[in-house]
């Protein structure tokens, strides 16, 4: 009875009857609702100048806004156990799709990533960026952390067939970040430090082989083209010099909203995607870099205070491994506008035109969410 007594409330019985708030009953962690709030506005603002002032492509992102944030509070409503017992059914589904993707896919440009059904295409990797870590967090969910060397074998299987699949659409970008998606899980899950020192040397050893073996002749291009962009510079290395010049030309201040001569005067390819914030360094400045890395710092400061608190291993796998890979977004697509990194078509989160990524990013917040708000349910 003692113990039972000492793990009750401090606040007296009117707080213990107190109902929970609407945000608590509908899962929503407030901070950072208000966060990616924040964001989409800002993004819509940008989108509006890089799309060549056209009020369809800002009315159209606002579209998948909206069905991506319907997603999101729908996937909060979901239980962590519901999830986790989804979890090898969604892989599997998953699998299967990435498999039907290699015999009936849609094609285009060269590569056949979609599937249609009904009229309607998708792209089933991009749903695998939630499943992989989904199916990679219940696999070690219930057994001793950290994993041992066989389940970290299992481990590493479970997300390296989704990504050896992806690979072969050719799709060496989302490949790679499904794969990194899936050892975030690892890390999380407490792999000792010569596991990662193994994978480190590994990667290393296998860059040569990967080179003459594995990458595609516009992959190797690609890299190339990153060491030395002015080697080509009407070809391939046009989007690196054109993106260089709009950064650096805008200085801290920015040419001004919708001024930018990089993006306006259609120098810049891909204004609106991929190097969407070229056009925001040319109009906006350093400041305006700064406040959206701001904003960016503090949805990822949340995500990873939301895995802290979490109450199971598998939600604190499941918010670390998805707010790191919200980073790794951020960080490649800036990689490659500012020619640190090759290439490899990542949109820049929730700013960047398009609507699938949109929509897979806000239902892994849905899942954040979740485990935000079945931590303060059970603490009540």
């Known amino acids: 009875m003692g113990d039972y007594v000492r793990q009750m409330p401090h606040q007296g019985s009117d707080d213990m009857a107190r109902p929970p708030s609407a945000a608590m009953r509908f899962h929503i962690d407030v901070p950072l609702l208000l966060l990616l709030m924040a964001l989409t506005v800002y993004g819509l ?3 509006y100048s890089a799309s060549g002032q056209s009020m369809a492509a800002v009315i159209r992102q606002g579209r998948y806004f909206l069905v991506a944030y319907v997603i999101m509070i729908l996937g909060a409503q979901v239980s962590l156990q519901r999830y986790m017992r989804w979890a090898p059914w969604l892989y599997l589904l998953g699998v299967g799709t990435l498999l039907a ?7 285009a440009k060269g590569a056949q990533r979609w599937l249609e059904v009904g009229g309607f295409r998708f792209q089933p990797s991009e749903i695998m960026k939630l499943v992989v870590p989904m199916g990679v967090a219940w696999f070690l969910a219930d057994r001793i952390l950290p994993p041992r060397a066989g389940y970290v074998l299992g481990a590493l299987i479970l997300l390296g067939l989704p990504a050896l699949l992806i690979l072969q659409q050719p799709d060496l970008g989302t490949a790679l970040l499904i794969a990194v998606s899936g050892l975030f899980v690892l890390f999380m899950a407490g792999i000792g430090w010569r596991y990662i020192f193994g994978a480190v040397v590994l990667a290393v050893a296998s860059a040569w082989p990967a080179w003459m073996f594995v990458f595609k002749d516009y992959q190797k291009q690609r890299i190339l ?12 290395g046009w989007n690196i010099i054109q993106s260089k010049t709009a950064i650096g030309s805008g200085g801290w201040q920015g040419k001004g909203w919708m001024k930018g001569t990089q993006s306006q005067l259609d ?10 914030i070229a056009v925001l360094a040319e109009e906006y400045g350093l400041r305006g870099i700064l406040l959206l890395l701001s904003i960016y710092l503090l949805i990822l400061l949340r995500g990873f205070w939301i895995g802290l608190q979490a109450q199971t291993g598998f939600g604190r796998m499941m918010a670390g491994s998805l707010t790191l890979t919200f980073f790794v977004y951020i960080f490649v697509n800036m990689g490659m506008v500012a020619g640190l990194l090759p290439v490899v078509g990542v949109p820049l989160p929730l700013v960047s035109a398009g609507g699938t990524s949109v929509v897979t990013l806000m239902a892994g917040f849905g899942m954040l969410m979740a485990i ?5 349910m059970v603490a009540r």
């Open 372 to 376: 935000s708000t079945e931590k303060r």
């Open 45 to 47: 603002f940008v989108l």
């Open 225 to 236: 083209t990153m060491l030395n962009p002015e080697s080509d510079k009407l070809g391939a």
């Open 101 to 107: 993707v290699m015999f009936v896919g849609v094609g």
């Open 267 to 276: 120098f810049l390819p891909e204004s609106h995607t991929d190097f969407i």
